[in-house]
């Protein structure tokens, strides 16, 4: 191990010892590279730079009390950055590479893994960036896929408690026929200034309605909304809300442990019949939510300050599979050291 505070570790990123690169060059891909430095060079004129095409994703290994280290889900990753390749009009990296690169960056690192013990995890972050120096706007010929990681800490501080959010209703995040399914950095660049406004305000993050009506729950700059109520998990079904692995994983969590799971259109004034509510994604697992403002209206609707029994049972199961604990029944998880 490499000597660090583990248990002081905040979500941010620390240089670690290598990472993998794979080029993308007259059609096809070429071989996997390992790399040392945790910088390239790209042409000024390079269309990631101008035109933002540019994909990414997120995904964890973790360190067990088996001792092994496992990672969680990275063929629905694989996926999931195919279908952003096909709508960005990127070469679709084949799910055997994908993977491939995401085992060797984990081994090559792996003294980086957190402790179990620790509650921190290795992030790992899949890149994929047109790099065709040109001015015109049209898909790149070129491609850099890259793969680093980086030891982090839980993503709010004090990990898993209730958190405040907050809704918005002059800002969206992305358009009901854009990109809001695809994980793209553009959407995360118009989630900033709202969220920058409700953080000022004491909130973990924003929620946005859907842009086109206005009257149903979308997602926050970088997670899924679900709720509670009646022993069903319910979460939103939008064209503009990013597919959450976490929240794919939650459900089926869910009907394991007898719930009833509807993915629907949530008005924005069922909010007030939940029993609990959260936020779900890689970094966080979940975000129990202890009240939600809405900060046009005013309106204040409570959860509770301390995570629902639902919630808890929810976070505590999923994480259990994911540190080899419960038993992976689904074959979600994959040991990549021994």
């Not at 793209?184 to 946005?208: D, P």
């Not at 809300?241 to 976490?246: A, D, G, H």
Request: hydrophobic share 35%.
């Amino acid at each position: 191990m490499k000597g660090i505070d583990w248990e002081s570790l905040s979500f941010g990123y620390m240089k670690t010892d290598y990472n993998v690169r794979c080029y993308y060059h007259d059609g096809k891909w070429g071989e996997i590279e390992i790399c040392s430095e945790d910088t390239f060079n790209i042409s000024i004129a390079a269309s990631c730079l101008h035109y933002g095409q540019e994909a990414f994703e997120g995904l964890k290994a973790y360190r067990c009390p088996d001792g092994k280290v496992r990672v969680f889900r990275m063929d629905e990753n694989a996926k999931r950055l195919q279908s952003t390749c096909r709508y960005i009009v990127m070469p679709e990296l084949p799910t055997e590479r994908f993977e491939e690169m995401v085992k060797k960056v984990v081994r090559l690192n792996q003294e980086w893994v957190p402790t179990y013990e620790s509650g921190s995890t290795l992030y790992i972050r899949p890149l994929l960036i047109g790099i065709t120096p040109q001015v015109g706007v049209h898909a790149a010929r070129d491609y850099m896929f890259v793969i680093f990681v980086t030891p982090v800490g839980p993503y709010f501080k004090g990990g898993f408690q209730a958190n405040p959010y907050a809704i918005v209703h002059n800002y969206d995040r992305s358009a009901p026929l854009g990109t809001g399914s695809y994980k793209v950095g553009g959407n995360y660049a118009a989630s900033l200034y709202a969220h920058n406004l409700a953080a000022a305000k004491g909130y973990a993050s924003e929620f946005y309605l859907d842009a086109k009506e206005k009257k149903y729950m979308d997602e926050c700059g970088a997670a899924n909304f679900f709720g509670i109520k009646n022993n069903t998990y319910i979460t939103p079904k939008s064209s503009s809300i990013l597919p959450s692995i976490t929240n794919k994983s939650l459900m089926q969590v869910a009907e394991d442990l007898g719930m009833k799971v509807e993915r629907r259109q949530i008005p924005y004034d069922e909010l007030e019949t939940f029993e609990e509510a959260g936020a779900c994604g890689t970094a966080a697992v979940i975000s129990p939510i202890s009240y939600i403002d809405d900060l046009d209206t005013g309106a204040h609707i409570e959860y509770g300050k301390e995570p629902g029994p639902w919630s808890k049972k929810l976070y505590d199961t999923l994480r259990g599979i994911q540190y080899g604990i419960i038993e992976d029944k689904h074959g979600w998880t994959t040991v990549v050291v021994e």
